[in-house]
């Protein structure tokens, strides 16, 4: 059983040095439990967060231990009732090859699914993410403006996407001109714009003439900067997450902007709300579902994924993602189906 562990905990963004690869022998199942193996692991930036000690709404990995993460696997043996070799199974096994479970967590997938990585993206975590996030805290109304960054990345891309659904003008902001082209072109967003441009904030004041009433916050910094005189009355801010600042060891250069913020929220009453998808939004995974099941089903929704073969590239792939290297859903394959 190969797996990688923390090693150390970053200062600032990860380094390979912080992961340790290990190798040991498969273990056997006991009485109630499942042998799995990983075939698809899913990458996530809420990793980051895990890697470090501070406090937040989970325990951090310790020192030592498995990095955890969401995974698709096949049942190789079992001495549970309820599973049979072969079966696929969503779990949390996390950077490893193998895993022992008894069940607990673990959701069925079936015998021959049709996209198994599917259910680390878009019919998954960061899919449950943006329909809830866009539907229930951005209340998208036809006509409206929503801006949101990331926009090629497996939550960002399908927050647009349902923009779209819902009859709003969707404004992404993205890496470089390929991912922009790719949200315009494949995704159907209005505008893409590209986050690394030198007049950046000034193309997004042009992009949204009738100011923004959602902003669909995944990045925090800069991108929040430039968007928040474009609010408008009654605008609303579902903070999914603010992945510029995840590696950030010291406060941003600068004035203490704070006060325009708060300033800002009150005087043009904005909703802003955190959440954390799993832990405020759980019981409501199989109206999403249904609903996301039958939009892919149509077409109506698209998705990308960027597959990387091999569990030892596992830390360079993450270490992209949090710099906006990957371009999709990142996935490892850990082993063939
Ligand atoms: P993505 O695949 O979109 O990866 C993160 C992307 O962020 C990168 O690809 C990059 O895209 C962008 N990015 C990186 N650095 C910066 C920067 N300095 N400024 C602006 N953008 C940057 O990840 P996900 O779709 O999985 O996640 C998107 C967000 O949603 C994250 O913040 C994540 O933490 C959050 N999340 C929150 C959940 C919750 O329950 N609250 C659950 C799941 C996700 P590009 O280069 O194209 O700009």
Redesign the pocket.
């Known amino acids: 059983n190969r797996r990688w562990v923390l090693a150390s905990r970053p200062q600032g963004a990860p380094v390979e040095s912080n992961f340790r690869f290990e190798e040991d022998e498969v273990a056997t199942p006991g009485e109630g439990q499942v042998l799995l193996r990983s075939i698809y692991l899913s990458l ?3 990793m ?2 895990r890697m470090s000690d501070e406090p937040s709404y989970s325990p951090p990995v310790r020192i030592g231990e498995v990095m955890v993460g969401g995974t698709v696997s096949r049942v190789v043996a079992s001495n549970h009732p309820d599973y049979s070799p072969g079966e696929w199974v969503l779990g949390y096994s996390g950077w490893q090859d193998y895993d022992i479970s008894d069940g607990t967590g673990l959701v069925k997938l079936g015998e021959n699914p049709q996209h198994p990585s599917w259910s680390l993206g878009i019919l998954g ?2 899919g ?3 329909w809830m ?1 866009l539907l229930d805290i951005g209340q998208p109304k036809e006509g409206e403006t929503l801006v949101v ?10 927050v647009g996407q349902i923009g779209k659904l819902k009859g709003c003008r969707v404004v992404g ?4 001109e390929e ?1 922009c082209r790719h949200a315009t072109e494949t995704l159907g967003f209005d505008v893409c714009l590209d ?2 441009a030198d007049d950046f904030a000034r193309r997004l004041a042009e992009a949204c003439p009738q100011g923004i009433d959602i902003y669909y ?7 929040f900067d430039a968007v928040l005189p474009l609010l408008n009355t009654s605008a609303r801010i579902p ?8 590696n950030a060891t010291d406060l941003p250069p600068g004035p203490d902007r704070l006060p325009l913020l708060m300033a800002t929220l009150l005087k043009k009453r904005i909703r802003l709300q ?7 939004y759980g019981h409501r995974i199989h109206e999403f579902h249904q609903e996301m099941g039958r939009w892919v089903e149509e077409g109506k929704i698209h998705y990308r994924e960027q597959i990387t073969d091999g569990l030892e590239n596992a830390p360079q792939a993450f270490i992209g ?10 996935v490892i394959r850990v082993a063939d189906d």
């Not at 916050?217 to 991108?223: L, Q, T």
């Not at 993602?321 to 990142?330: A, C, I, Q, W």
């Open positions: 996530d930036p809420y980051r967060g975590m960061p449950f993410t943006a996030g960054a990331a926009a090629t990345g497996p939550v960002g891309a399908t902001i993205a890496g470089g991912k986050r690394h916050e995944n990045v925090g910094g800069k991108v903070l999914c997450g603010l992945v510029s600042g995840y955190g959440f954390i998808i799993n832990q405020d993602l949090l710099t906006g290297k990957n371009f999709g859903k990142v």
